[in-house]
């Protein structure tokens, strides 16, 4: 049926691919070849995803009249493409008209540009900010393609209560493609599964649910498209993670079309799920960035071990260099399990004691400090002095230095600014410390699929086992000034994922001045937040994107 009118049978390629933002030729490439492809295998109409052209999202570059220009040339370059007679495109692409942008999709077909429909429901809330830069469009209507009427709602158009699909279904819309850039969250892809069933119970009509995938800065895009009939039914599942390209056909049954089944991929949960998103965008930032290598602190503790681990599967250990940072409160056993790790996961492994510059700078500060450099001093001179020796090879050899905090860390402040926070990118920023031992647990039992790193064990048994320690004093242990973390990640989900009262927070067991204390730390140390490394988004409401706290706040919740 390519290039004539279409009777009972249509073919269509849900393509999650992994574009760049800014990168319009690489996109437009990527679209040609993913067309290509469909092809070969005989399709009638390739679908790609939410403003596939220019990369999603592009925030304000789609402010600069030059990047809209550049966006509307790959399209037109890309609709003559299909005067070949060959698969018609659905792609999505920024546009302006009249002095106002919009966030809209185009149908390609023999050599020209069918129709175009624009994004109605601009999201506003988490990290989506589309109003700043982008007009509504009005209501759509169906598109013409080769006799069959399709429905073309964008990303949020099918999250809304706005009637989108309906008002396509009661104007003669027979199925709904639906372009996306559905960013990752734990347990995201039932929450989206459950709004399109939604939708096809009030439209009546099948939904081909395709989305982005890939890193881009602290989201990542984890592709999982699906088809969900008419009947509610699972129809197809693509994989999760992973660049695809599927076909699936349909058929006219009675009134409407009827997806063929299958294939149905096997989609990770838990922990390899956020696993699998860590790595991926870690992988995806060194990447489009142009690092070829990392360099990281590998400490013997937990947080440098995991971040070495998704370094290492990410990248390959080719392209991860560990260096331990030692200074005379850094323990045997930490010597003994960062040489260990790095040898488990085959990477290269350097040792450059800091004694030497942290006495130094003791020295040189003695007169100021009236003789007394001690305490959180000292503490911080050693951080720092780490972090400056980071910075010195990554400067030397253009390396990126993946830093290592957590979320639990990063939400009471115990991280040194210019020393620990020192680096390019975090992929474990947004994991509490329970997460991240339970990903450590998880990475030494199963590979992930696209890994580049070893099998089997990877971090050593005693650094998930030991008490977790800075070590910048001796016999230092976290618990020294904090609850324990089963106890302070649950403070802190309460605090910052649910925005929870103090009074419910306590209701849950936990002691009022802890959780007093915790909330004091946390509001101090936004801070710190806003000058941190950006890193991978795994909750719902990540520092960053999504939780925007002024620094200058003294608000304190009444207990």
């Known amino acids: ?167 396509l279904a009661e104007s003669g819309a027979e199925l709904l493609l639906v372009p996306n850039g559905s960013p990752y969250y734990r347990g995201k892809l039932d929450v989206r599964q459950q709004v399109v069933i939604r939708q096809v119970i009030e439209s009546g009509l099948p939904i081909v649910f395709v989305n982005q995938l890939g890193g881009q800065d602290e989201l990542v895009f984890d592709g999982a498209s699906f088809v969900i009939g008419a009947d509610k039914t699972l129809a197809l599942q693509m994989p999760q993670f992973e660049e695809a390209i599927v076909v699936s056909t349909w058929r006219r049954a009675g009134e409407g079309w009827r997806c063929e089944p299958g294939p149905f991929a096997t989609i990770p949960v838990g922990e390899a799920s956020d696993y699998a998103a860590c790595m991926l965008g870690l992988r995806d930032y060194v990447n489009k960035n142009g690092f070829q290598e990392i360099v990281i602190g590998l400490s013997g503790g937990i947080d440098s071990a995991v971040c070495a681990a998704l370094a290492v599967d990410a990248l390959g250990a080719e392209r991860v260099r560990a260096i331990m940072l030692p200074y005379r409160y850094t323990s045997e056993h930490s010597l003994r399990d960062a040489k260990e790790c790095a040898a488990a996961l085959g990477c290269r492994y350097d040792t450059v004691p800091i004694a030497g510059p942290v006495e130094g700078f003791a020295a040189a500060l003695e007169q100021t400090f009236d003789g007394d450099s001690g305490g959180v001093t000292e503490e911080n001179l050693q951080s720092r002095t780490r972090g400056t020796i980071l910075m010195a090879v990554s400067n030397r050899f253009g390396s990126m230095v993946v830093t290592t905090g957590n979320k639990s860390e990063m939400s009471v402040g115990y991280a040194t600014l210019y020393g620990d926070m020192n680096g390019g990118f975090n992929p474990i920023k947004d994991l509490y410390k329970m997460q991240v031992y339970a990903l450590a647990r998880w990475r030494n039992t199963a590979r992930p699929a696209g890994a580049l790193g070893p099998e089997g064990e990877v971090i050593p048994p005693n650094i998930i086992e030991k008490a977790p320690s800075a070590e910048l004093r001796e016999d230092q242990t976290d618990q020294d000034s904090l609850p324990a973390y089963p106890v302070l990640d649950d403070i802190l989900e309460c605090l910052v994922e649910k925005e929870m009262a103090l009074e419910d927070i306590v209701a849950r067991g936990h002691e009022g001045e802890i959780v007093r204390r915790i909330e004091n730390l946390l509001y101090i140390a936004e801070y710190k937040r806003r000058q941190a490394a950006p890193g991978v988004k795994i909750t719902r409401k990540n520092f960053g994107r999504d939780r925007r706290y002024p620094i200058t706040n003294r608000f304190r919740d009444v207990l």
């Open 1 to 167: 049926m390519t290039g004539s009118t279409i009777t009972d049978t249509i073919r269509i390629a849900l393509a999650q691919l992994d574009p760049t933002v800014g990168d319009i030729a690489g996109n437009l490439e990527k679209a040609r070849a993913a067309r290509s492809r469909a092809a070969e295998e005989g399709v009638d109409l390739l679908v790609l995803t939410e403003l596939f052209l220019c990369g999603y999202p592009p925030e304000d570059l789609v402010l600069k009249p030059a990047f809209i220009a550049a966006c509307g040339r790959a399209l037109q370059a890309l609709a003559e493409d299909t005067a070949d007679g060959g698969p018609g495109v659905v792609i999505g692409f920024p546009r302006e008209e009249d002095g106002r942008r919009y966030n809209s999709v185009a149908l390609l077909d023999a050599g020209r540009i069918v129709a175009v429909r624009d994004k109605v429901d601009l999201p506003n809330y988490a990290e989506f900010d589309e109003k700043r830069v982008f007009a509504a469009g009005p209501m759509p209507g169906p598109v013409n393609f080769r006799g069959v009427r399709l429905g073309l709602p964008i990303c949020e158009d099918l999250w809304n209560d706005l009637g989108v699909c309906e008002t």
